[in-house]
């Protein structure tokens, strides 16, 4: 199990090559309930900002939750929609060894929600959806992808300083529910969330198709783009 590092030993360790970071940012579910200090969650978040949004609108807010109640509440939204989607995750990896293992990562995570010592919820502001008006496709793409790009970059950060992370979404199923619990109003969407704690495993080299499987030129199907 992972020692604990001082807030400046974390900070220091933000001088990890990027490479090193995104090869072996792993998703990190089971985490310690320990506390993490304010000052490590800021520059995560700082860091985050650093991330591009559409037409620069930076239109982020970033809730941080370290509530017990409020955690409580999160966690029982959790259990909810777990209890469907982990069932069916279960029947369908039953003879899947890897997602077996990353579903019992998951149920961790799901039981010991409310342990976990920070949650980071990021979330924006405005929206595209006008009543009874379909809202373009790009319109949808386009708002999504003002977040997306600062989450990783926090994720990211997190991985540097040693910290366990992962992106979720479940908590947020019932968004109404949600923007109660965070007392957000109508004008401010919760887009994920991101909980963060010290990891009881450890970080290491992820596992990911060959470039060869997913990558195509000018047209799909086309594997004509080779290394």
Same mark, same amino acid.
């Given at each position: ?38 000052? /490590?969650?800021? +520059?995560? /978040? ?5 991330? *591009? ?17 409020? +955690? ?60 009874? =008006? ?40 019932? =968004? ?33 198709? *060959? =470039? ?14 080779? *290394?």
């Amino acid at each position: 199990m992972s020692e604990i590092p001082s807030t400046d030993e974390a900070l220091a360790n933000l001088s990890m090559p990027l490479l090193d970071a995104m090869m072996t940012q792993r998703a990190i579910r089971r985490v310690k309930p320990d506390p993490v200090d304010d000052a /490590i969650v800021v +520059k995560c /978040i700082e860091l985050a900002l650093r991330a *591009p949004t559409g037409s620069n609108g930076q239109n982020w807010e970033f809730i941080v939750v370290k509530d017990q109640r409020v +955690k409580d509440q999160l966690g029982k939204r959790y259990r909810q929609p777990w209890s469907i989607y982990g069932a069916l995750g279960r029947r369908q990896a039953a003879n899947d060894a890897s997602m077996l293992k990353i579903l019992k990562a998951v149920e961790w995570q799901v039981e010991h929600f409310s342990e976990i010592p920070v949650l980071v919820i990021p979330c924006l502001r405005g929206g595209t959806r006008v009543p009874y =008006v379909p809202t373009p496709f790009v319109g949808e793409t386009s708002y999504f992808g003002s977040i997306y790009p600062s989450v990783q970059n926090l994720l990211l950060a997190a991985r540097a300083m040693g910290l366990g992370a992962s992106l979720i979404t479940m908590p947020l199923w019932n =968004v109404t529910s949600a923007r109660k619990i965070l007392g957000l109003p109508l004008s401010v969407t919760p887009i994920c969330v991101v909980p963060l704690g010290w990891p009881r495993g450890r970080y290491g080299p992820t596992t990911r198709k *060959p =470039v060869q499987e997913v990558v195509h030129l000018d047209q799909y199907g086309n594997r004509g783009l080779t *290394p």
